[in-house]
């Protein structure tokens, strides 16, 4: 679950990560009043609430020296589209002027070594990306022990290490600590500023913020699951499987197969084997493990609705999956709704046989059972005239 | 022989009176393995499957002498059962629940390295020693004993993969789910060595997939330590892209690591055959078996 900014910039100011005064507007009406209420200083910075790299240069981010201006602003931006997302929040905040330097600092979750990471670059502003290609050599890294913890000398090596300063040590240790907190309480895989600046004043400011929550851990962050009720998502059919714990993930828009299995290592094997017999998956569903007739019965459901769909493959090999269960509720979903789409099943494992007795005494759908992979992807390339 | 587990392991069912743990724990009687015994907090005093329930790992230990636990309860308790398991002083933990929050297992991951404890998954179907004992929740019937040590990501490539093996006459030392999470306790180079060290494992597969560098981990080391022929498939190839962790993410793969490409690029250079198929890894082991070589 990636936060939108302002929803980053509330959990900096939780945690006194230090941010730029702001407001958010969510509508037309109580413009003028959030930004008179929030007692912004001018000139104050517009920013369109929406996931993209290059916010700036699609022209998310604007300049104000006035209030006109900022009003003129926020209606030339709220509830538009930014290549292809609708702006539904603007957060605007005080202009931060005469800035020093721009930093570089997050902590991510790394796989290599399974500890949080440090990133840390004098070079920020850019795309670190860019910097990791063009100078690695400006990338400071320092991995985190989980039972340790952040401690003093991170900070010095960070801004020896970058040819810094070292008086910003003792900002940048509570900056880290800080950031550290948030990205542990909140089970983030990162938590990243860019730019941090060192402003007039001499003080570390987070001009930015992007937080990477794990979706396993939202059962444990209520007010998170509050933020993320409240987004469009990408694909209503996302959405809603997701309410039934299932991962419907989109592949192709020109794809007419969709796929079910009970593992995302099936699924993956199932696009490749598709994929190289020149044919195009639209959409899979992992039902994960252990699911029932009745939640199946909605995972067809749902993937039997994707547009364009003309072919349903049911792989399933199951271990803690039930083949019973998953025929019972093939069954359901097929018999209620009329389908007219080509069925293929296979199915192997725990109570193969009462599943295969289920699927076969399924009436009025062209279905068809066989024993194999391979045997699934022919059963659908015997039928591409249809697809 | 086998690696990890066989006859003689003594197991325990943490979660043993839930739906799939007493189910599962039925099917790994009826498949033979020793379950001891079981655990679920304040059903202590019952019996599942004519087995004892304890109320804590470390009553059950004392009563049974087990030796190694599956755990399986819900991913939310995850991280308490398996603090619990180890500070009960068990040396052989897996663990089989998917969307365990990765920051649990990360804390799980460093507890077990520092006291010296096997753990195995999540997001696992657990191990299997075929004919002799399963731990997990995999179907039994389709393994079959022989000589092909087996270590997957994912449990339904691997099922897939096996039943294949097994209708083609290729039996499995022990097959491994180091589970498809993106902290595994265990990875593929860290079986290496018992495989390696294994007189009944003459060929070792490995079904990986897209996304971190456990794959390249085990090509370095097949490279240099490794004397087996050793298989490999690669899932995920037309997987959707984007779907990465935003621009720190992309930091640590800005060389490649992670796709398929770069992982069979580092597979094929340390001399593992890449397959593109679970048909084709067949095809692999028959030309070896032809030859003699398993």
Do not use: W
């Not at chain 2, 059903?43 to 790992?57: A, D, H, M, R, T």
């Not at chain 2, 996304?211 to 490794?226: C, D, P, R």
Request: with cysteine; proline share 4%; charged share 25%.
């Amino acid at each position: 679950m990636k936060l939108l900014e302002y929803k980053a910039k509330e959990l900096f100011d939780k945690y006194g990560v230090p941010t730029m005064n702001g407001c958010v507007i969510d509508s037309s009406e109580n413009m003028e009043g959030e930004i008179e209420k929030a007692g912004l200083t001018y000139p104050v910075v517009v920013k369109a609430q929406v996931q993209i790299g290059g916010r700036g240069k699609a022209g998310g981010i604007r300049f104000a020296d006035t209030p006109q201006e900022a009003k003129k602003h926020c209606e030339d931006l709220l509830f538009t589209e930014l290549r292809g997302y609708k702006v539904n929040q603007l957060l605007i905040v005080e202009k931060s002027e005469n800035n020093k330097t721009e930093l570089y600092l997050s902590i991510m979750l790394d796989r290599l070594t399974k500890c949080p990471i440090i990133i840390f670059s004098a070079n920020g502003g850019m795309e670190i990306e860019q910097t990791a290609k063009e100078d690695p050599d400006k990338i400071i890294k320092i991995v985190v022990d989980p039972f340790v913890g952040i401690k003093d000398y991170m900070a010095t090596y960070l801004l020896s290490k970058s040819g810094m300063d070292l008086s910003y040590k003792k900002q940048l240790t509570a900056m880290l600590t800080k950031l550290y907190a948030a990205f542990m309480d909140y089970s983030c895989m990162l938590v990243e500023i860019n730019p941090l600046v060192i402003n007039a004043e001499d003080q570390l400011v987070a001009l930015d913020g992007k937080i990477d929550i794990d979706d396993s851990a939202m059962f444990r962050l209520p007010d998170i699951q509050e933020f993320a009720a409240k987004l469009q998502p990408d694909n209503p059919l996302i959405k809603e499987a997701a309410e039934y714990n299932f991962l419907y993930i989109p592949v192709d828009e020109e794809g007419t197969i969709t796929v079910v299995s009970n593992g995302s290592g099936m699924l993956m094997s199932c696009i490749d084997l598709i994929s190289k017999e020149g044919m195009k998956v639209s959409a899979v569903l992992d039902l994960g493990g252990g699911a029932t007739s009745d939640r199946i019965k909605e995972a067809i459901r749902i993937l039997l609705s994707t547009p364009g769909a003309k072919a349903l493959l049911i792989n399933i090999f199951g271990g803690i999956t039930r083949c019973d269960e998953v025929a019972g509720g093939v069954k359901m979903a097929l018999e209620e709704a009329h389908q007219d789409k080509i069925v293929v099943v296979r199915m192997e494992g725990t109570n193969k046989e009462i599943g295969l007795a289920t699927i076969d005494s399924i009436k009025d759908v062209d279905i068809v059972s066989v024993p194999g992979l391979r045997e699934c992807v022919k059963a659908l390339a015997d039928r591409r005239d249809r697809l | 022989m086998s690696i990890l587990i066989d006859e003689s392991t003594r197991l325990i069912v943490q979660g043993i009176t839930g739906r799939e743990g007493s189910y599962h724990t039925e099917q790994m009687i009826k498949y033979g393995t020793k379950v001891v015994g079981g655990v679920t907090p304040g059903k202590g005093g019952q019996e599942v499957c004519g087995v004892p329930v304890f109320n804590s790992v470390k009553e059950a230990m004392a009563a049974t002498g087990a030796d190694a636990t599956v755990i399986f309860v819900p991913a939310k308790f995850m991280k308490d059962s398996v603090m619990e398991a180890i500070d009960a002083g068990m040396k052989m933990v897996f663990t089989i629940a998917e969307h365990v929050p990765v920051h649990d297992m990360m804390y799980c991951y460093h507890l077990a390295k520092a006291r010296g404890v096997k753990l195995f998954g999540p997001n696992s179907f657990g191990v299997i020693s075929p004919g002799k004992t399963k731990a997990g929740f995999m179907a039994g019937y389709f393994f079959s004993q022989g000589s092909v040590g087996v270590m997957s990501r994912s449990a339904t490539n691997c099922y897939e993969t096996v039943k294949m093996m097994t209708d083609n006459g290729i039996g499995q030392s022990t097959c491994v789910g180091v589970g498809g999470d993106m902290i595994p306790g265990t990875t593929f180079v860290e079986l290496l060595p018992d495989f390696e060290a294994d007189p009944d494992t003459k060929a070792v597969v490995i079904i990986g997939e897209i996304g971190g560098s456990e794959e390249e981990l085990a090509a370095a080391y097949i490279k240099e330590h490794f004397s087996k022929p050793v298989v490999a498939l690669i899932a995920g190839k037309n997987a959707p892209k984007g779907r990465s962790m935003g621009h720190a993410g992309a930091i640590v793969s800005a060389d490649g690591t992670g796709s398929a490409e770069h992982k069979e690029r580092a597979l094929r250079d340390a001399g593992v055959y890449c397959a593109d198929s679970t048909q084709h890894i067949i095809d692999i082991l028959l030309d070896l078996k032809a030859e003699g070589k398993i």
